[in-house]
């Protein structure tokens, strides 16, 4: 079997489609003909990394993706990619870390793009609690524990609201980004949860989710932050989750777990 690497003007090609942008359009916003543009989409002309990166702004091209069109170009990648755990980050877990203490009692995380949670606070503890060990185990990927039978699904109560909504969320991060992982991570969970359709509407302006707990329900709304301007394509991928109550019961449990014992 023989495998081919896209060219710089086939993937340009494939990101303007996916954007659902013309040529022209495109071109006039960059500041170049829609000409050059064809040659560079064909082959016919090289692309300089200036106008590869003005490109790829404009389409609204991840990072790591924006590395990898810069390679098939023959230029070097401009955006580091760091490991988490590597010193370099050290300030960063440590704001993170204060970040999630202070959303306390309250759960909060830290997951990358493919879902993955690289951090939480204590409040996500009793959470996990109710489920076997083995789901507390990294890496716990939130599309995975939310919606495998054995995981939190069959302690949602509203599963087929929260389904939709994160199946929903998955299915725009894929098409945002044409992450293959993201796509094979997307065809697994829909397998979890195929009777579940498009996000319901709600008379709520957040979508709740809501939580069999063996202490009592717990209602929840939740918040995604994504991070700013990033120029490291690991601190781009990060997100924070944050869990608030969405009614006075929740806020009471979650507030008696934090002053409890341990």
Request: proline share 7%.
């Amino acid at each position: 079997m023989t495998s081919t690497v896209a060219s710089p003007g086939e993937l340009l090609r494939g990101w303007r489609t996916r954007r659902r942008r013309s040529q022209m359009d495109l071109a006039l916003d960059v500041g170049v003909s829609t000409r050059h543009l064809s040659f560079v989409e064909t082959g016919r002309s090289r692309a300089s990394r200036e106008l590869l990166l003005d490109l790829a702004d404009h389409l609204e091209v991840p990072l790591r993706e924006r590395n990898a069109l810069l390679l098939a170009a023959g230029f070097a990648p401009v955006y580091g990619e760091s490991r988490w755990d590597e010193a370099g980050l050290e300030a960063v877990r440590e704001a993170l870390g204060h970040l999630l203490a202070g959303h306390e009692p309250f759960p909060a995380l830290v997951i990358d793009r493919t879902g993955d949670v690289v951090m939480s606070n204590r409040a996500v503890g009793p959470l996990l609690g109710m489920l076997g060990p083995a789901w507390s185990a990294p890496p716990v990927n939130v599309y995975r524990l939310s919606l495998h039978p054995q995981g939190l699904a069959p302690h949602i109560r509203n599963l087929e609201q929260w389904a939709g909504h994160l199946l929903h969320r998955l299915e725009r991060l894929t098409d945002l980004t044409g992450d293959p992982r993201l796509a094979s991570l997307l065809a697994e969970v829909r397998g979890y949860v195929p009777d579940a359709g498009s996000p319901a509407r709600s008379e709520h302006v957040v979508l709740p989710l809501h939580l069999a707990h063996p202490d009592g329900d717990l209602r929840f709304y939740s918040t995604i932050t994504h991070f700013g301007a990033a120029w490291d394509v690991t601190l781009d991928e990060l997100s924070i989750e944050t869990f608030v109550p969405a009614d006075a019961a929740t806020r009471a449990r979650l507030v008696g777990w934090s002053d409890g014992p341990g």
